[in-house]
């Protein structure tokens, strides 16, 4: 994994050559300079341990999960905002099955970073709703879930949401 500072040096020294190439007529190198120069740039905004910690989240291996995170240096420095949202959210997961103090740390962390997508901010405040209800704190859990409820537009998270409200009436 490259620092975020040389995946943009990269990505300009390449776009500078690809523009030499082309001056120079060698127009295929420069448009295979120009797609190398892309992959840097869609790295910087994507990284891609995350996204190989994404794919294992999906096969319910936490283990693999974890270890593709931690494979990640000093997160300040190598991830924008939003991609260190998404690395507490995934911790948060994570801790979820383990540790509920930590995982509410972790979501705490993951919403005030920001998500890009509705649907992850959502599933992240359904989460720490969650959390509050087995703390027995359900007024913070009733809040947390109206906020769910209005990021999830399509309905994916409707069922689990019902879940935790009928687990609250028991409160």
């Known amino acids: 994994m ?12 390449s ?15 420069g448009i295979m300079l120009l797609l190398l120069s892309g992959m840097f740039i869609l790295i910087y905004f994507k990284n891609e341990l995350i996204f ?31 991609q260190q949202g998404y690395y507490h959210y995934l911790f ?18 993951a919403m005030k970073l920001g998500l890009s997508m509705n649907h992850d901010m959502a599933m992240a405040k359904m989460s720490l709703a969650g ?17 769910a409820k209005k990021l999830d537009k ?3 998270l409707s069922g689990q949401m019902k879940l935790i409200q009928q687990q609250m009436k028991k409160i």
């Open 92 to 109: 948060g997961i994570i801790e979820s099955q383990k540790n509920l103090t930590q995982a509410e740390k972790h979501f705490k962390s």
């Open 52 to 82: 190989l910690a994404f794919l294992r989240l999906r096969k319910q291996d936490f283990e693999g999960t974890e270890k593709w995170l931690r494979r990640i240096p000093n997160i300040e420095q190598n991830l924008v905002k939003k």
């Open 154 to 156: 399509h309905g994916m």
């Open 131 to 147: 959390i509050y209800l087995q703390k027995r704190r359900k007024r913070e859990a009733q809040l947390l879930l109206s906020e």
């Open 2 to 13: 490259f620092p975020k500072i040389i995946k943009l040096i990269l990505s300009l020294l």
């Open 15 to 29: 776009i500078a050559y690809a523009i030499l190439l082309f001056i120079d007529d060698y127009i295929g190198n």
